[in-house]
């Protein structure tokens, strides 16, 4: 059977001489490997659209369960990603999460979309990139079924909880005075906090259209990957390149 869709190349494989086989999240089928007969030569018709990071239209053959790509057209190679070996590896990291939390055979409509979005924020660089690395984790969480809980306080059931703190255990916030001592807890700045609340609520779109200051956007990034990292019960090889680099 032929099947129409697009995705976002995570991985690729090299195998024999001019072969490769690809995992990709695709907005219809969620996440797939697929193989791609030629993909490695210079001259296939392929190559471009089957990069790591290449977002592209593609034709698949699907034999029970088994993918390989007739055809892939690039939309969106992220160039200027590219170019910088610290984007590079921070995209290869927004990759390696991607591919863990997308499901065989679930659409995977929301995800690819953020991975979109996120990437062609870093490549047009007019955000900070560690609020961008942010906003990706959170809503990658929310997608995934992780979202933070940051409607009340769960001690006193205030809205606009005092002093607030997360509880990177339950993914709850509350006040500081409510939560008490308890480990596991980080002091998040009332900004956070209402950045947190905008990204779990804006349209796909408009995810990266907000401003914090320099110590709210420490406090994001700082609460949003130990919560993924504590969520999702693993480590990432790309996201320790990334930091060695930094
Ligand atoms: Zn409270």
Same mark, same amino acid.
């Given at each position: ?17 001019? +072969? ?7 907005? +219809? ?69 991607? =591919?863990?939390?997308?499901?065989? =055979?679930?659409?995977?409509? +929301? ?55 997360? +509880? ?56 949003? =990957? ?21």
């Amino acid at each position: 059977m032929i099947i129409s869709t697009d995705g976002l190349v995570l991985r690729e494989v090299l195998y024999r001489d001019s +072969d490769k086989i690809l995992t990709i999240v695709t907005r +219809d089928r969620g996440k797939l490997s697929a193989s791609c007969p030629g993909g490695r030569s210079k001259m296939g018709s392929m190559r471009a659209g089957t990069q790591l990071l290449s977002y592209s239209d593609f034709t698949l053959f699907e034999n029970r369960g088994r993918y390989s790509i007739n055809a892939a057209e690039p939309v969106e190679m992220f160039m200027q990603l590219r170019k910088d070996i610290l984007l590079l590896s921070l995209g290869s990291y927004f990759a390696e999460v991607l =591919e863990t939390v997308a499901d065989e =055979e679930v659409p995977a409509s +929301d995800l690819l979309t953020t991975g979109l979005n996120c990437l062609y924020g870093l490549s047009v660089r007019k955000k900070p990139q560690l609020l961008i690395k942010a906003v990706f984790e959170l809503r990658v969480m929310m997608i995934s079924g992780y979202a933070i809980d940051v409607a009340e306080c769960p001690v006193c059931g205030s809205d606009e909880p005092e002093d607030p703190v997360f +509880d990177i255990r339950t993914g709850r916030v509350g006040c500081s005075a409510c939560f008490g001592q308890e480990n596991g807890l980080i002091p998040l700045r009332g900004e956070s906090l209402n950045a947190i609340r905008y990204i779990h609520s804006a349209e796909p779109k408009r995810i990266l259209s907000f401003s914090v200051d320099e110590k709210s956007a420490a406090c994001l990034a700082d609460v949003a =990957e130990k919560y993924l990292l504590h969520c999702l019960e693993r480590d990432f090889s790309t996201l320790r390149f990334y930091k060695s680099l930094l």
